[in-house]
């Protein structure tokens, strides 16, 4: 599979993710917030499981934690900041009823 499909599976899958947790808050009656928690700490856990399959040793992943840890910062920080300002230049477009 080539580069290409996988950005487009990448995107899609974000879809399918934001589509669930709005269908998930509504279905429940939770506000959006909390339903934008739920999903962060899932992607956490998440996370966390896949750094543990590939350590395969409970001292492996103890050991490679820290730079997980900063890496997944590292990542979260760029991706909030271009979503931030992509709503910020798109604010009326995204936010109309």
């Not at 998440?46 to 820290?66: D, V, Y």
């Not at 909030?80 to 995204?94: C, L, P, R």
């Amino acid at each position: 599979m080539s580069d290409k499909d996988h950005d487009q599976e990448f995107w899609q899958l974000i879809d399918k993710f934001i589509q669930f947790a709005n269908e998930q808050g509504q279905a429940s009656g939770v506000p959006p917030h909390v339903a934008g928690a739920a999903l962060l700490f899932a992607a956490s856990r998440f996370n966390a499981f896949i750094l543990a399959r590939n350590s395969g040793t409970a001292e492996k992943f103890a050991a490679t934690r820290p730079e997980a840890l900063e890496y997944f910062r590292t990542q979260f920080d760029k991706m909030q900041a271009e979503n931030f300002t992509d709503y910020e230049k798109n604010f009326a477009k995204y936010m109309q009823p």
